[in-house]
């Protein structure tokens, strides 16, 4: 019993990771309407910038550098969106040639990092935590701390889309983008700051994964995709709220299948998860009908 | 010879058996629309089936994998292909029904990942992570051909096999049957409406295209003689797919030139380079950015490849335009320079 209520606890961990990546590939996807297959790279990029911060140049808390490391993805976000992605979408109206190109840069990234930090496991400097122990659950300061995180950001952006007028305009253009430009929405402007939103939140998942896991590799970024692919998959495409859901049931069920079945065969839960949804309710648990 | 014609080929064979890969990614996505981002796991398929049917019984050589029947070469290549197929069916089956081209884009790409993972980890099917080896290599005996004189044997063999499969593709591609694909990927709701069952229609898009998958990955296991995980990581469809949009999508001759330049020229031609002192692997990773500029460079610059879709024209089209009643004709990548908002 002691194994599974451990592996509860893990769950928690993953489920806030990945509801924080799935929250923007999900933000994005309602925005633009492509999906994002270079996403993972974010994450390895954010990790790896957090790394330089906090390990390889700067030497800063993790934290902090977690924060910067975040804030310099989302720029790059912006900047790739500027210079590729958006110009793809205004030329082509088939969402195959966004998809592709999102697929180059995948590998573009991929190779880039793997050219600049090699293909070598790091781990970010950071303190040895003792381990402590709330109710039946075994967890560092440092988990505890990745799913406050987690928590703050879901009641963040779900307070945005909720009462500011940049998440109303949001869910205006992901509802229906024409209609939000001709009711006076800039939605330029709003893209740019989706894909800031969607750069930073991939970023802080990057370097929240690899805190949780003690390790950052140049692939884990793109494993983990599949993941949140499946998470989003499973609350239902473009819908925020069920990507918090998703996220919840993947990762618990993930880590708690850990307990039972080997370990390696993690991700095929939540791919047999993922194809029991198509096959059931094949728009998601949460979708919602779009116009 | 020299080890230089050795060299040469290699890029020869790696030439012919990416021309049959993107053949059949072509009738899938390029005729039919479907963008199957699992292709590589097709590949894969074939492949392990291939090595896995021609190894003698598994006990006694070191390694675990289901069959080992010992069949002789053509039959376990064509044994390869059809299982590629049959599961394709089954993907189909599950994928192809309902799901919108982003779902389906993600589920495909979530299935070639989890195949891999089931493939690396479960051993006692083709021996996981460590991949099948000491595959024989076909006909040898028969021929009496060293290491060494295999290699120019079956890039020959390769070339054939590829111009008899080029050979069915276009007929493919000229009959009924890859009008209606054509059809189907311009708009499966006018097919639809006009009696033909889409479904049906992709599912045996999906089924031609695994097979030639599963041939494609066959001959790879065949002429290295082993066949591991690292070889199809997800990331490889993009590389068929860049083949096929280099060259030119709804083009056969489109596919052979593509796989000149990308799979030739880029991905095998740079592996005979000196290694760059002190940056292991360097060259592969720089590799590997270029063909990923490269298509975003041909998508931008020239979406219909080097070689475009030719504008067919039916008897009735050609009737109309002497009357000067011209009507339009677009291809696949024609008409996609306006805006879609």
């Known amino acids: ?291 | 010879m020299s080890a230089f014609w050795y060299y040469v080929f290699t890029l020869v064979f790696f030439l012919f058996d990416y021309f049959i890969l993107a053949m059949g990614l072509n009738i899938q996505y390029g005729e039919t629309g479907i963008l199957n981002f699992a292709y590589i796991a097709f590949v894969a398929i074939g492949a392990y089936v291939t090595g896995a049917a021609s190894l003698p019984n598994a006990a006694g050589t070191g390694q675990q994998y289901i069959m080992g029947w010992g069949l002789p070469f053509p039959f376990n290549l064509l044994l390869g292909g059809l299982v590629a197929s049959a599961v394709a069916v089954l993907v189909a089956f599950i994928v192809l029904r309902r799901l919108r081209t982003d779902y389906l884009a993600m589920v495909l790409v979530s299935l070639s990942l989890v195949l891999y993972d089931v493939i690396n980890n479960y051993v006692p099917l083709f021996n996981g992570a460590d991949g099948l080896y000491n595959v024989p290599q076909p006909m040898a005996g028969i021929f009496h051909l060293t290491t060494n004189s295999f290699i120019p044997f079956f890039a020959v063999v390769t070339g054939l096999i590829a111009l008899l499969m080029w050979f069915f593709m276009s007929r493919i591609m000229k009959s009924p049957l890859g009008r209606t694909f054509r059809a189907i990927r311009d708009d499966d709701g006018v097919a639809g409406a006009l009696g033909k069952n889409p479904f049906g229609y992709k599912l045996t898009s999906m089924i031609i295209g695994a097979f030639y998958a599963g041939v494609g990955g066959g001959l790879i296991i065949q002429f290295g003689g082993s066949f591991n995980p690292t070889a199809w990581l997800p990331g490889e469809t993009f590389v068929v797919f860049a083949v096929i949009i280099v060259g030119g999508v709804g083009n056969n001759v489109g596919m052979l030139v593509g796989a000149l330049v990308v799979e030739t020229l880029l991905i095998h031609l740079p592996a005979f380079l000196p290694e760059i002192p002190g940056h292991p692997g360097l060259i592969e990773y720089i590799d590997t950015m270029v063909v990923g500029a490269l298509l975003m460079v041909m998508l931008w610059f020239r979406p219909q490849g080097v070689v475009p879709e030719r504008v067919r024209k039916s008897a009735g089209m050609l009737a109309d335009r002497a009357r000067g009643r011209g009507r339009e004709l677009t291809t696949a990548t024609e008409g996609q320079g306006k805006s879609g908002e």
């Open chain 1, 1 to 291: 019993m002691t194994l599974f209520w451990l592996s509860v606890g893990f769950g928690f961990v993953t489920a806030s990771v990945l509801a924080i990546a799935a929250v923007g590939l999900s933000l994005q996807f309602g925005i633009t309407n492509y999906i994002n297959f270079a996403y993972g790279d974010f994450m390895a990029l954010g990790a790896y910038f957090t790394y330089v911060f906090n390990a390889e140049f700067f030497h800063w808390n993790v934290w902090i550098a977690t924060v910067c490391g975040s804030l310099l993805m989302g720029v790059l976000a912006v900047i790739i969106n500027h210079l590729l992605f958006s110009r793809f979408a205004r030329r082509f109206s088939k969402t195959f040639y966004v998809m592709i190109v999102t697929f180059g840069l995948s590998l573009i990234i991929l190779n880039v990092v793997y050219s600049i930090w090699g293909p070598d496991v790091r781990a970010y400097a950071m303190p040895i935590e003792r381990v402590v122990r709330i109710g039946p659950f075994l967890l560092t300061r440092d988990q505890l701390l990745v799913m406050a995180i987690s928590v703050v950001v879901m009641v963040g952006v779900a307070v945005m889309l909720k009462t500011t007028r940049l998440g109303k305009s949001m869910r205006a253009m992901s509802d229906n983008t024409t209609l939000a430009m001709t009711s006076g929405i800039d939605t330029r402007r709003i893209t740019t700051i989706t894909w800031f939103l969607s750069g930073t939140l991939s970023g802080l998942a990057g370097a929240v994964l690899g805190i949780s896991e003690g390790n950052i590799t140049p692939a884990a970024g793109e494993l983990f995709l599949f993941v949140i692919f499946a998470a989003v998959i499973v609350g239902g495409v473009g819908s925020i709220y069920g990507a918090m859901a998703g996220a919840v049931i993947i990762g618990m069920a993930t880590e708690i299948s850990a307990a039972f079945i080997d370990p390696a065969y993690k991700l095929d839960v939540a791919f047999v998860i993922l194809i029991l949804t198509l096959l059931f309710r094949p728009n998601g648990l949460f979708s919602r009908p779009k116009g």
